[in-house]
T-cell receptor, first 111, second 111 residues
């Protein structure tokens, strides 16, 4: 029972272009969503989050969009840079409870 | 600056050995978590703890146990290591209703 799904295992984007990573969820009780970034041999680091009362949150080059009716969120990175190459995990929680993670998407930024 | 440390970055153990993975956080966080990360499966929650001496099973607790004798320390124990427990193990901590911070991970190989 995968409550949070990232259907694209990998994504390749040209440097300077926009990267769009997608995430779908099934539990309508989730009210807080996060994106984490992970480099090889390191722990995930928090990137950006959004509450279910919002539909957009922006932080520099990173924007997260939430579409509650479609149970879908996306992370936009613009412009993409080589240092953005990593595995990205979306996660969701209900209240202050434990996070449920997606499978991850490996983003590769090509020069 | 939040710091979550894990006792080892790499471990090699033999089948049947008892394995201890230690995690320490220095921010007085109430909640601590143990995950394993496997390709294509994302981060799966093994056990978590809301307070000292308290523990809750996550999604995949079989073959594992935990100990939280002090607030800053959360230990994961593999009672009898098996080859299917070869994985990256990640510890995390957080206060209630805040962002979760991860340690650098322990890559465990069971031969």
């Amino acid at each position: 029972d995968q409550q949070v799904k990232q259907n694209s295992p990998s994504l390749s984007v040209q440097e300077g272009r926009i990267s769009i990573l997608n995430c779908d969820y099934t539990n309508s009780m989730f009210d807080y969503f996060l994106w984490y970034k992970k480099y090889p041999a390191e722990g995930p680091t928090f990137l950006i989050s959004i509450s279910s009362i919002k539909d957009k949150n922006e932080d520099g080059r990173f924007t997260v969009f939430l579409n509650k009716s479609a149970k879908h969120l996306s992370l936009h990175i613009v412009p993409s840079q080589p240092g953005d190459s990593a595995v990205y995990f979306c996660a969701a929680s209900q209240g202050a409870q434990k996070l449920v993670f997606g499978q991850g998407t490996r983003l590769t930024i090509n020069p | 600056d939040v710091k979550v440390t894990q006792s080892s970055r790499y471990l090699v153990k033999r089948t049947g050995e008892k394995v201890f993975l230690e995690c320490v956080q220095d921010m007085d966080h109430e909640n601590m978590f143990w995950y394993r990360q496997d390709p294509g499966l994302g981060l799966r929650l093994i056990y978590f703890s809301y307070d000292v001496k308290m523990k809750e099973k996550g999604d995949i607790p079989e073959g594992y146990s935990v100990s939280r004798e002090k607030k800053e320390r959360f230990s994961l124990i593999l009672e009898s290591a098996s080859t299917n427990q070869t994985s990256m193990y990640l510890c995390a901590s957080k206060r209630l209703a805040t962002t979760q911070y991860f340690g650098p991970g322990t890559r465990l190989l069971v031969l």
